[in-house]
Structure formats: C-alpha cells, structure tokens
C-alpha cells in the first residue's frame, strides 16, 4: 500500500509492435496497463486482490492474439 509497483509483460514471437489490454476483471485501484509497452504500473491505495486477464495481440495480419491470468495482492 502506498508504494509504487512496476512490472513488465513479455510477448516473444509473433509480429511486433504488440498491443495490451485488460479483457477481464480489473487491476488493483491506483494501478494501470499501459497498452503499448505491457507495463503495469501505479501506487495502490489501499490492500486488496485483483484477478484480471491480459491480452496481446501482434500486427500480423490477422493478429494472432494469447492471454493469461494474473492476480496481484497489495499487502499493508
């Protein structure tokens, strides 16, 4: 809570550039993705869990697209 967490996602193969985004759930308040580097970032407010899914596309044509699951807990 308060401090500022950042991880980055990985694409491996595929066609770059690579687009991001949240399909389901949410991320934790105060946290963001940043839909062209895969970047998670932001200061939670508060403890909580999040479980949300991520997409990644590339820019074949037509894209080829993967997703996974993640859970982040912000502890006190």
């Known amino acids: 809570v308060g401090a500022l967490y950042v991880a980055q996602l990985v694409a491996e193969n ?6 991001w985004a949240v399909v389901a759930g949410v991320l934790p308040d105060g946290m963001r993705l940043n839909l062209d580097s ?21 820019d074949s044509d037509p ?3 993967n997703d996974r699951e993640f859970t982040i807990t912000v502890s006190p």
């Open 63 to 65: 894209p080829e697209r």
């Open 14 to 19: 595929g066609a770059p550039p690579y687009q």
């Open 38 to 58: 895969g970047t998670i970032s932001g200061t939670p407010p508060r403890a909580q869990a999040a479980t949300f899914t991520i997409e990644v596309s590339d």
